[in-house]
């Protein structure tokens, strides 16, 4: 399948839902989360600075009067800018993927695909909705599966190497040549042909870990049958 079917494949799939894209939809909800955040921070500044008004009025025997005033407000006012200046949340770090936990690694990369979205060209964009997608079902299936197996190490080189370096390679590449390149070599395709074959290759990999696993419920369930066939004919 080449990258054109996919991306016809992506877009009819989000005609007939009719939604956001995953992982847009991630990455807003991230920035909601963020603000809501800050929000309560500064709720609970106002009220602890009133409190601390309140506190100063019955304490000092003239009040706070007016300076007292417009110092608690100065100092109400600088820790809502400090609020609001402070970074959100933290973004994920392709540095670290490498060393994550495999049972966890595919919701961080989905999380760290997330927050790279926007640099993407729109094709680029869609793909990345569905790689996230698959390593969202994809991560279930490693929660059992042995570090040491050889299918492991192919899918930690996959999502915690190859993908975030094909992405972040894009986006070392200037804005100027993103879209026609050097000598008929356009980034944005070899990006898009990139995130085709991570796709697949995903595809591919959660499909055999099923068939691993029906293959091991399929032997469990013989073994269990002739055991207890053979007791009972015993």
């Known amino acids: 399948m080449n990258s054109n079917d996919v991306l016809a494949r992506a877009e009819e799939a989000l005609r007939r839902h ?3 894209p995953r992982l847009e939809q991630r990455a807003r909800a991230a920035q909601r989360r963020s603000a809501g955040r800050k929000v309560m921070r500064i709720i609970w500044a106002a009220a602890a600075t009133l409190l601390a008004v309140i506190v100063a009025g019955l ?3 003239t009040g706070i009067g007016t300076t007292g005033v417009m110092i608690a407000s100065l100092v109400f006012a600088l820790v809502v800018i400090g609020i609001v200046m402070m970074p959100g949340q933290r973004l994920p770090d392709a540095a670290t993927l490498p060393t994550t936990a495999l049972a966890l690694l595919p919701l961080r990369t989905e999380s760290w695909l997330a927050s790279q979205r926007a640099l993407l060209p729109a094709p680029a964009q869609r793909l990345s909705d569905g790689i996230g997608l698959k390593l969202e079902a994809l991560a279930p299936q490693l929660q059992t599966l042995d570090e040491r197996e050889p299918a492991a190490a192919e899918i930690r080189r996959l999502i915690a190497d ?3 370096e094909l992405v972040k390679g894009y ?3 200037p804005m100027a040549l993103r879209r026609d390149g050097i000598d008929g070599m356009a ?3 070899q990006l898009i042909d990139g995130l085709t074959v991570v796709d697949s290759e995903l595809a591919r990999m959660s499909e055999q870990l099923a068939r691993g696993d029906l293959e091991k419920l399929a032997t469990q369930g013989k073994y269990l ?3 207890y066939q053979g007791d009972t004919l015993g």
């Open 18 to 20: 009719g939604t956001a």
């Open 59 to 61: 304490v000092l025997p």
């Open 162 to 164: 190859e993908l975030p």
């Open 171 to 173: 986006g070392r590449v």
């Open 187 to 189: 980034p944005d395709k």
């Open 225 to 227: 049958e002739l055991k």
